[in-house]
């Protein structure tokens, strides 16, 4: 079972606009990472983001980290048709657990 | 290889059938790690190998599922009488070193249909 909600579950934008999902976990956390997934294929590792830090970025995309809320943001900003795909937050939970713990995800359709 | 490889990509069972998969981590990479994907849904997390010790299967839903790394490398899951409730897409990551740093690199996956 999911231990993280993502919001919105479903997001549509035209082609260069911004786009913003949301991310809540429940756990203290070493770090946590957004990956983006096409339709049938594996994850592609975007950006992480360790709980020390409260904002990264990379090219186009913003990543910020609250975690006194348990909270992390995505900004794509100048959405293309491209960036369509499902993303996902994944976190390690602090302590021992090596895995991942993933959010339940964002699908994110791009409008040309 | 440039990434973490997988075979097969797809797969059909009959129900009750074993079926194994593989996967080839980066080279060099100690972490690997197998989770499970349902239609949907992020992936849940099954096992976890650091070179060929099995640090973590906390994750594996019943003991019909059996993961290896006998040389430190390549990875096998099995599943032993598959079950409907089975099908999904199985996802290997694997990480350079102590995973709690460093990102993990996701293959392609294998679809299990369970008929």
């Known amino acids: 079972s999911q231990q993280g909600e993502e919001d919105p579950q479903a997001l549509s934008i035209q082609e260069g606009e911004n786009a913003t999902m949301n991310c809540s976990y429940k756990t203290s956390i070493n770090n946590l990472q957004w990956y983006r997934q096409n339709s049938g294929r594996g994850l592609v590792h975007l950006i992480l983001?360790?709980?020390?830090?409260r904002e990264k970025h990379s090219g186009r995309l913003r990543v910020t980290l609250d975690t006194s809320k348990k909270s992390s943001s995505l900004l794509i900003t100048a959405s293309r048709a491209a960036d369509t795909a499902s993303y996902f937050c994944?976190?390690?939970?602090?302590?021992?657990?090596?895995?991942?713990?993933f959010g339940s995800g964002t699908q994110l359709t791009v409008l040309p | 290889g440039a990434g973490v490889s997988q075979s097969p990509r797809y797969k059909v069972a009959k129900r009750g059938q074993d079926v194994a998969l593989r996967c080839d981590p980066i080279s060099g990479h100690v972490s690997l790690f197998w989770y499970q994907q349902a239609l949907g849904q992020g992936p849940e997390f099954l096992t976890y190998f650091q070179n060929e010790a099995q640090l973590d299967k906390s994750g594996l839903p019943s003991d019909r599922f059996f993961a290896e790394r006998p040389e430190g490398s390549v990875s096998t899951l099995k599943i032993q009488r598959t079950q409907q409730e089975d099908s999904a897409v199985y996802l290997c990551?694997?990480?350079?070193?102590?995973?709690?740093?460093?990102?993990?690199?996701f293959g392609p996956g294998t679809r299990l249909t369970v008929l």
């Open positions: 990551a694997s990480s350079l070193e102590e995973a709690t740093r460093n990102e993990q690199f």
């Open positions: 983001i360790r709980s020390n830090e």
């Open positions: 994944a976190w390690t939970r602090s302590g021992s657990a090596r895995q991942l713990t």
